[in-house]
């Protein structure tokens, strides 16, 4: 499968505990992006990378919220004290180049209990 | 004022017609459009993408761009049951590197 991976599908936990998503773009794509969506709303941007620089976040991601993208190859985003409000599915997705198409993974979906 | 905006439906049309989904964006300096279909419990999977005013044809499927308007719509020929999803709108704006901004969706029914 040469696609957009995300690991893992579905992460249930507690409120206050830490989580980590990872991400595996489409190999040639130096381009990596991570969005948030919850029930009924479309994807919204959380923060994006340009092989390991991240370039650019959205104040929607909170000083819990962190991202990697060592050596330009896969991406962690690692949420932490996990609150109630962070349960969406977060998506990871990758491109060529600046206003290219961007392919999304399957998506981690977060539930805070 | 949203950015994007989407009628969120659902729009209900009977199998083989023609299914028009409608989007309008407020920035004028938006360079990309594209289209996204999801299902329920997936993620969004490209359609179409259109760059440049007029429309653009793949297979059942056409996206057509009036930049003047600031509109774009997707018309699906032929509509199958199995369309019945959420198509989602997103555009990017020049320099800002293919972050996309999406509206909320509107969701298709396909009905036999």
């Known amino acids: 499968d040469t696609g957009v991976s995300q690991d893992p599908r579905h992460k249930i936990t507690k409120r206050g505990q830490n989580v980590t998503f990872r991400c595996d773009p489409i190999s040639e794509h130096n381009r990596l992006y991570w969005y948030r969506q919850t029930l009924g709303q479309g994807p919204e941007f959380l923060t994006y990378?340009?092989?390991?620089?991240?370039?650019?976040k959205s104040r929607l991601l909170s000083d819990r919220f962190s991202a990697e993208r060592p050596k330009g190859s896969f991406s962690t985003l690692e949420i932490q004290r996990t609150e109630q409000g962070d349960s969406a599915m977060y998506l990871c997705?990758?491109?060529?180049?600046?206003?290219?198409?961007?392919?999304f993974g399957q998506g981690t979906r977060l539930t805070v209990v | 004022q949203k950015e994007v905006e989407q009628n969120s439906g659902p729009l209900s049309v009977p199998e083989g017609a023609i299914a028009s989904l409608n989007c309008t964006y407020s920035?004028?300096?938006?360079?990309?459009f594209f289209w996204y279909r999801q299902y329920s419990g997936k993620s969004p999977e490209l359609i179409m993408f259109?760059?440049?005013?007029g429309d653009k044809e793949d297979g059942r499927f056409t996206a057509q761009l009036n930049k003047a308007s600031q509109y774009v719509s997707l018309l699906i020929r032929d509509s199958q049951p199995s369309d019945s999803a959420t198509y989602l709108c997103?555009?990017?704006?020049?320099?800002?590197?293919?972050?996309?901004?999406f509206g909320t969706g509107t969701r298709l029914q396909v009905t036999l």
């Open positions: 259109i760059y440049s005013n």
């Open positions: 997103a555009v990017s704006k020049a320099g800002t590197a293919s972050k996309l901004t």
């Open positions: 997705a990758s491109s060529t180049g600046s206003n290219t198409e961007a392919f």
């Open positions: 990378f340009q092989n390991e620089a991240q370039l650019e």
């Open positions: 920035d004028r300096g938006s360079q990309s």
